[in-house]
Every structure is written in structure tokens, then in C-alpha cells.
């Protein structure tokens, strides 16, 4: 199949290559020339405009920053640029309106569209093990997963458009909470006399197990191996983590729901972007406490 890849970031670069080890054709575009670079590498034909990416392609997979830059890319130069029947899937993380926008306009144009943002980070983009969530109609999820699977270890449809976004905004927000509790758990345990490793231990086999202490501890040295233990580097950045809450807080709005400890684990992690550390994973709000 013939693949184009909008977007070679953190993620979209292990997405696109993981595609290519599958056997697709993949034509990649990204404003970075190093990230072109890297995916010739990996083996994609690069291109310096998004139109010449977008022709003759089978489908169009996309991983951007924010709703503006989607909406701009889809309106501008996939829309009419693709051929027509092309499947498009944005893996991107925006808001709900946007996305339902971005998706019925192509719907009218004349093609089939997904969201589908990803659960996994940089590892499992790398490693092609990312968790998929997809909004769309049954036939578009038929078609969009053979292209997701290269890339997955699940690939489940949430329902209609829109619906992978409200499930990545949902357990983002419920990550961003757990993480916090279990930074505030570590600290209290050390600062009470128990070993940090000794409660790891414990609660990871207890009612405190949660993907945020057994799986990316977020205290250097304790429990599994997570950015922690390289100086918070790598792994899924604070400022993300902020923009992912601030997603959730705005769908809250609109649906109103009532989420007290999404927005306090939103204004914690707004204080500690503000502070300048926007770039350090988002488990190290373990050394503010």
C-alpha cells in the first residue's frame, strides 16, 4: 500500500518507519529537515511539500502538534490533493470540534477519515506497540486498521467521529491523576521512613498497582526503568501532558462534567510548565514534592 506520513516527530518518525518494515510505500513530509533525514533512513521516500506526498496515495496518516496545524494541513493540502477514495487517519491529539470538522469535511469531499490518536509514548511508537483509539464509521475503522496494526499492539474503535479523541482525553486525564498520586505516595513513604523500593514493592503488588508506579516509576532508582532513572529525559514531555489536560478540561466544559481532580492536575502541571520544565517527562512533578 502506498502510505504518505504528515508529521516525523518523536512519534511520527517510529510510526512511519514501522510502516516501512512492514512493506508499505511510505512518502513522508515534515517541516524538520533532520527528521527527513532520519526517515530516508528508515527508509521512506521524503518529499518538500505535502501535495507531492499526498499523490497516488492509498491512504494519508498524520501526527501534528495541535487542531490549527490539522485543520490548516487536511483544508489546504490533502483535500483535493489526495486521489479520491484515499483513507485519511489522523493520529494527532486536538480538540473534539476540530476534529469532527477536519473529518466532515473530508467526509463531503468524497473520502473516508478516522481519528486516531495513540496511547504508548516514543518507546512504543518506536517499537511498534501503541494503542490506538479510534473515532469513525465501522467501514472507515475496516479500512484504517490493516494501515494502524504495523504500528500497534491494539487497535480498538471507540465509536463515531470524534470518539478516539474523547477516549484519549479521558485517559490522559486519568493518567495525569494517577501519576501525581503515586509521586505523592513515593515522597510520603521515603519521608516517613520507608524505603522508597520497599513500598514499590508492596503497593505494585497491592491496591496501589497502577501503570504510572509498576510499569514508569517515577522515582530515580525505584521500581521499573522510566525516565526517572536518565534525568526525566525522553518519555512523554510535561508540556504534553499539559496540553492533553487542557483538552480534557475544554471537553469537560462542553459535556458538562464534573472533573475536580482533572483540573487540579491541571493546574499542577500548568505551575510546572510555567516553571520551565516543559521538556522533562511529565513523571518528574516527583521533584517538586
Not at 53 to 72: E, S, Y
Not at 73 to 79: F, K, L, N, P, S
Request: contains cysteine; aromatic residues 6%.
Amino acid at each position: 500500500m502506498k502510505i504518505a506520513f504528515i508529521g516525523l516527530g518523536n512519534m511520527g518518525g517510529g510510526m512511519a518507519a514501522n510502516l516501512v518494515r512492514a512493506g508499505h510505500e511510505v512518502h513522508a513530509f515534515d517541516l524538520s529537515p533532520e527528521a527527513l533525514s532520519k526517515a530516508a533512513e528508515n527508509g521512506c521516500a521524503t518529499h518538500s511539500a505535502v501535495p507531492d506526498a499526498v499523490a497516488g496515495a492509498d491512504a494519508v496518516v498524520t501526527m501534528l502538534p495541535n487542531g490549527g496545524i490539522v485543520k490548516a494541513v487536511y483544508t489546504a493540502d490533502v483535500i483535493g490533493k489526495a486521489p479520491a477514495g484515499a483513507l485519511f487517519i489522523d493520529c494527532s491529539t486536538i480538540d473534539l470540534a476540530t476534529a469532527r470538522e477536519v473529518t466532515q469535511a473530508a467526509i463531503d469531499a468524497g473520502y473516508d477519515m478516522v481519528d486516531a490518536p495513540v496511547s504508548g509514548g516514543i518507546a512504543a511508537a518506536n517499537g511498534g506497540t501503541l494503542t490506538f483509539m479510534v473515532g469513525g464509521s465501522e467501514a472507515a475503522f475496516d479500512k484504517a486498521r490493516p494501515v494502524l496494526e504495523p504500528m500497534a499492539k491494539a487497535v480498538i474503535r471507540a465509536g463515531d467521529s470524534g470518539a478516539g479523541q474523547v477516549a484519549k482525553m479521558c485517559n490522559n486525564m486519568l493518567l495525569a491523576i494517577h501519576m501525581i498520586g503515586t509521586c505523592e505516595a513515593l515522597a510520603l513513604a521515603d519521608k516517613a521512613g520507608l524505603d522508597p523500593q520497599t513500598f514499590y514493592e508492596i503497593s505494585s503488588k497491592s491496591t496501589g498497582y497502577c501503570w504510572s508506579l509498576n510499569d514508569y516509576t517515577p522515582a530515580p532508582g525505584v521500581g521499573a526503568a522510566s525516565p526517572a532513572d536518565n534525568g526525566y529525559a525522553g518519555g512523554f514531555a510535561s508540556a504534553l501532558m499539559l496540553k492533553d489536560l487542557r483538552l480534557a478540561m475544554g471537553g469537560a466544559e462542553t459535556a458538562g462534567a464534573s472533573v475536580p481532580l482533572g483540573e487540579h492536575a491541571a493546574k499542577i502541571y500548568e505551575a510546572f510548565v510555567e516553571a520551565g520544565n516543559g521538556g522533562k517527562d511529565f513523571g518528574a512533578i516527583f521533584t517538586t514534592l
